[in-house]
């Protein structure tokens, strides 16, 4: 039974908007990173974004500036805001935590290159943009 629960899907319109929330259990979301993935048909899945526990985010180039991945301490869910969408970013949207934090100078962030490196994973949710 997967842990992470994902909701928000649905369809809309190019150029629309939606917003995907993660609950995840507590000790999951006080101690991984959590992040985002996405996976087409017949495409390999990619990485969207993630976030760490200080708050710091990490984006996929192709969705920087339209994206906004949050989190809500008190209800230990992760969102995602997706503005300005693209047809070719319909796909299987999926929650995903994992020890993938990385210390780089003074700042820790999350890793989103290495989808390995996440262990748990929500069931994901159908994100379909029409032209």
């Known amino acids: 039974q997967a842990q992470l629960m994902e909701s928000g899907g649905g369809s809309v319109q190019s150029g629309g908007s939606l917003r995907l929330s993660c609950v995840a259990p507590?000790?999951?979301?006080?101690?991984?990173?959590m992040a985002w993935f996405r996976q087409a048909p017949g495409k390999e899945r990619e990485a969207v974004a993630g976030i760490y526990q200080n708050g710091r985010t990490t984006y996929a180039d192709s969705v920087k500036g339209r994206f906004t991945i949050s989190r809500d301490t008190f209800k230990t869910e992760v969102y995602l805001q997706m503005d300005s969408l693209k047809p070719d970013e319909s796909a299987m949207y999926y929650c995903?935590?994992?020890?993938?934090?990385?210390?780089?100078?003074?700042?820790?962030?999350?890793?989103?290159?290495?989808?390995?490196?996440?262990?748990?994973w929500g069931q994901g949710i159908q994100v379909t943009v029409s032209s």
């Open positions: 507590r000790y999951m979301y006080d101690t991984y990173c």
């Open positions: 995903a935590a994992g020890r993938a934090a990385i210390e780089y100078s003074d700042f820790t962030y999350c890793d989103i290159s290495r989808a390995d490196l996440y262990n748990y």
